[in-house]
């Protein structure tokens, strides 16, 4: 039930293309859902973050979409640039300090 | 130097050696973390420290010992691992409250022949 279920494993846009990454949770107690790009040899950075209270945030290019009665949310990146190839991890956070990631979508965008 | 930093970047050691990991932040945060990042799988929480109290601790094996100094500071503490502890191991930092973020370092790649 701690779960995150994050799909698709790999995914290949064309520059431009919208990019879209998808997550489901089973644990109604999580209450804060971010999103994480983690480059080659580097550790994941902080992208955008979401509450359950809230449905849509947009950041720049990327919004999260979230679904609390379907117990879902997504990841969209829109106008994808090769720049944005990375991988890419949900997460939900329980409580203060517990985080349970997904397994990550690695993302390729071709020039 | 800004951010999380972690030493050393790779290490590669044998079942029968002793070795520690560092991790340092440099971001007044509370609290700090351990991470394991295995290929294809989620990450691991290991440990979460609090003001430099344990404050998460999932059923690691002893083998991995956590240390917290201060709270700048964390270590992993590591003796006779087996093969199929060779991860990225990744420290990251947070303010501790309940819609903060957390900071991760570049991580230490570790082989266990």
């Known amino acids: 039930q701690q779960q995150v279920k994050q799909s698709p494993q790999s995914l290949i846009v064309q520059k431009g293309g919208i990019s879209i990454i998808n997550c489901a949770y089973e644990n109604t107690a999580f209450d804060y859902f971010p999103w994480y790009q983690q480059f080659p040899g580097k550790g994941p950075a902080l992208l955008i973050a979401?509450?359950?209270?809230?449905s849509e945030k947009k950041e720049g290019r990327f919004t999260i979409s979230f679904n609390k009665s379907a117990k879902q949310f997504s990841l969209h990146i829109m106008d994808s640039q090769p720049g944005d190839s990375a991988t890419y991890f949900c997460?939900?956070?329980?409580?203060?300090?517990?985080?349970?990631f997904g397994t990550g979508t690695r993302l390729k965008v071709l020039a | 130097e800004t951010g999380v930093t972690q030493t050393p970047r790779h290490l590669v050691m044998g079942m029968t050696n002793k070795k520690s990991l560092k991790c340092e932040q440099h971001?007044?945060?509370?609290?700090m973390y351990w991470y394991k990042q295995s290929a294809k799988k989620p990450l691991e929480l290991m440990f979460v420290y609090s003001l430099e109290e344990r404050v998460e601790n999932n059923s690691v094996p002893s083998r991995f010992s956590p240390e917290c100094p201060n709270s700048s500071h964390l270590f992993l503490h590591l003796h006779t691992l087996q093969p199929e502890d060779s991860a990225l191991y990744l420290c990251?930092?947070?303010?501790?409250?309940?819609?903060?973020?957390?900071?991760f370092g570049p991580g230490t790649r570790l082989t266990v022949l």
């Open positions: 971001l007044g945060h509370n609290a």
């Open positions: 997460a939900a956070k329980l409580g203060t300090y517990k985080y349970i």
């Open positions: 979401i509450r359950p209270d809230v």
């Open positions: 990251a930092s947070s303010q501790g409250t309940n819609t903060d973020t957390q900071y």
